[in-house]
């Protein structure tokens, strides 16, 4: 049995920070440490106490004066998205139509999806990004591709073929039953094979027939265990072509309340301008609106009303959404979120920013006694922060003080480059 000790500063939330001050939220170690086995934490807590509990012949990695976390989660990307990325478009239906599209078109082939499911990972690595729930392409093969390099790295990944049969070129439309038996099909394969998770994902309520909800709605009641991802209300267009499509629906939400898709495992990508009754509706039956900052920015889609989310109690989860999405970063990510909120004058506390992109989107996908924390029995995904990485992060460290001025520092000045290690499962990437 290979054991290994990390020390450094380690952090880790316990719920969700309820105020600025709120410290019986997190555990914080200003000298710790974290005993890894088997992949898995089995000891955390300071340095002392944890190197007496660990065998002999240990072998001490020092990560110090660096802060260790668990490895960031970004809930909402597209993994056919990478060449989509600073695409110049007005709004998002102009963009899929002009770039996203045509791009997703290639991953038909399969050397191309091989091709890309390795530089999507070196991608998410680099910045830290441990887990990910990804929309592969409408093409079985993408999601094969997808896990099939996941797994030969041992990264626990969430994904989807991606199912859509209207509105969209006819080389990247499936059919109601053949979407459905090609989700069949993933989940027989990679579901529960290695730390592999499928997630049912049908794209957006515009680019599915109500036969396509409909079979989506009967693959959510087969499979009860699975995340199901969408996207909801991004774009005000986006809503208005959503209820001509669906006539009957109250609104863009009880589209997928219709179908039996609005349920606790449901991932709603974006969720920005909803009403009371959807966010009452949403909040009822534990879904999660996901937060995608940087892409609402870039798309111009509109501001997360992270405040009144909160207030009808809808669960809530932060990402990258890229090819939208301007960064794989999740500390940039975690930055443009807080601007957003400094738009809407609602305060969003660093701890509850890094809440968020770890244990918080880790309970988002229901994965919190996985990964998210860096609690003893967690597997071993982890990061190690440098929050003076570059001449001009380090000149301003020299006035920093206290945890959160380094977190919010780190959020706001931060990029792939205070990645200064990554473990997955343990080993070192
Ligand atoms: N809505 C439907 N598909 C997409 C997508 O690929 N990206 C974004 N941002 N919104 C979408
Ligand atoms: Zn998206």
Known sequence: MTSKLLRGRTLSFKSRPQARDDHASYVYEED????IENGRISAAGTYADVMFKSPMDVK?????????MAGFIDPHIHFPQMQVTASYAANLLEWLNTYTFVEEQRFADAAHSARFAKLFFD??????????AAYCSVHKGSADAYFTEAARRNLLMVG???????????????TAQSGYDDTKAVIAAWHGTARNYVAITPRF????TPAQLEAAGTLAREHPDLLIQTHLSENNAEIAYTLELYPDARDYTDVYAQYGLLTGKMLLGHAIHLSDREMDAIAEAGSIAVHCPTSNLFLGSGLFD???LKEHGVRTAIATDIGGGSSYSMLRTLDEAYKIQQLRSHRLPPIENYWQATRGNAEALGLEDRIGT????????????????????RIRMETIGTLEEELFLLQTMGDDRSVRAVYVAGETV
């Open 160 to 174: 989807g073929k991606v199912m859509m049969d209207r509105n969209a070129p006819e080389a990247l439309t499936d």
């Open 32 to 35: 710790g440490a974290l005993l």
């Open 205 to 208: 309520a515009i680019t599915s």
């Open 306 to 308: 992270l405040k009144r």
């Open 374 to 393: 860096l609690e003893p029995g967690s597997d071993a995904d982890i990061v190690a922060l440098d929050a003076a990485a570059t001449p001009a992060m």
């Open 123 to 132: 991608e998410l690595l680099r910045h830290g990004t441990t887990t990910a």
């Open 60 to 68: 001490v990695v020092d990560h110090r004066p660096h802060l260790l």
